[in-house]
Nanobody
Framework: QVNLEEAGGGLVQTGGSLRLSCAAS????????MAWFRQVPGKEREFVATIRPTGGHTYYLDSVKGRFTIARDNAKNALYLQMNSLEPEDTAVYYCAGTARGLILSSIRRASEYDYWGRGTQVTVSS
């Protein structure tokens, strides 16, 4: 069993920055896949970013490329999302997700592929 807990959400003005963190506890190995998703009411959960457990390659939603940076600290079982130049369209509940199953590249953006989820943290960007 794995527990994920997000922190770092809040209210920020357009153009501001926030840093989200996700602490993983339980049976977490360096091969544990982790990602960030977000969701707004009435819409499906949307992939934001992931970092491959081996190699460290990163993948992003097109609309956040160049503004968001994902990072991982295996020693601390932690995942981070640095969000800069925030826009009102980034307003959502942000979730940390993880799975112990190896994910092929075509699957990394699918919420259904992740077995563990945090409770989410609200990010609100005011215009």
């Amino acid at each position: 069993q794995v527990n994920l807990e997000e922190a770092g959400g809040g209210l920020v003005q357009t153009g501001g920055s926030l840093r989200l963190s996700c602490a993983a506890s339980g049976r977490v190995s360096s091969r544990f896949s982790m990602a960030w998703f977000r969701q707004v009411p009435g819409k499906e959960r949307e992939f934001v970013a992931t970092i491959r457990p081996t190699g460290g390659h990163t993948y992003y939603l097109d609309s956040v490329k160049g503004r968001f940076t994902i990072a991982r600290d295996n020693a601390k079982n932690a995942l981070y999302l640095q969000m800069n130049s925030l826009e009102p369209e980034d307003t959502a509940v942000y979730y940390c997700a993880g799975t112990a199953r190896g994910l092929i590249l075509s699957s990394i953006r699918r919420a259904s592929e992740y077995d563990y989820w945090g409770r989410g943290t609200q990010v609100t960007v005011s215009s």
